[in-house]
């Protein structure tokens, strides 16, 4: 992976522990979320641990039988990937970061690895699911290559015109979304030949509600719930 010079990431999850923003940057970031409740995360997983997801997705299949509604095989490379990286997502401390620029009470996270290629659409969803207490959405960028399109957006419900457009610059980069039935949002189709593969999931103010795994957005499957 190129290393580029960059911004020291405000929140790093990484295989050696995990870097959070200060109080300051916290009260910041919190102002800008409740200004537009979508933000980047640039750098949010380690070059290390980008590195060891990379390796693991290449040989994921992305069968049906791990597709993210139907998680039938427990054992698949897949699922085992998902559950981890769930699991440290989940840490406590990240869990209250996450709830300090949300303004709202964080405990879990839980999320499937989706595939996106050109020709799929996903239309406008809220990702409201009665009974799931989903406080923000989280899509993090796994793509081996660069892909065209396929930025992530958010609008207001109903509107035309998306509030934010957020491309995915570099594997490891994430986005953070509000949840709540005032918003809606989609992934941009994907323009070019190769995919777009995130790692995308909630984090939840009780126990997750969502099950590890795959979930894909392909022409013929159309579009269904949960990526990003
Ligand atoms: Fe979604």
């Not at 996450?98 to 595939?115: D, H, I, L, P």
């Not at 050109?118 to 989903?134: E, Y």
Request: aromatic share 8%.
């Amino acid at each position: 992976m190129k290393e580029k010079a960059r911004a020291a990431p405000l929140f790093q999850v990484g295989l050696d522990g995990m870097r959070l923003p200060t109080g300051a940057q916290l009260g910041r970031l919190r102002k800008k979320f409740a200004s537009v409740p979508a933000l980047r995360l640039p750098g949010l997983l380690s070059p290390d641990l980008c590195r060891y997801l990379l390796e693991q997705i290449a040989r994921f299949r992305f069968l049906a039988d791990a597709a993210y509604d139907r998680p039938r095989n427990f054992k698949s490379p897949e699922v085992i990937v998902a559950r981890t990286l769930s699991a440290l997502l989940s840490e406590p401390t990240l869990c209250e970061a996450v709830g300090a620029v949300t303004a709202r009470r964080v405990r879990t996270f839980s999320g499937v690895f989706s595939r996106h290629i050109q020709g799929g659409r996903q239309p406008w969803h809220g990702d409201i699911v009665k009974g799931q207490a989903r406080v923000a959405g989280l899509a993090v960028n796994l793509s081996a290559r660069p892909f065209e399109g396929g930025q992530f957006q958010l609008r207001r419900k109903h509107s035309v015109r998306p509030l934010a457009t957020i491309p995915y610059e570099d594997p490891g980069d994430g986005c953070l979304f509000e949840i709540d039935r005032k918003w809606q949002h989609r992934g941009a189709p994907v323009l070019g030949p190769a995919p777009k593969i995130l790692f995308v999931g909630f984090f939840y103010s009780g126990d997750a509600a969502g099950r590890p795994g795959i979930f894909r957005v392909e022409p013929a499957r159309g579009s269904a719930d949960a990526a990003s």
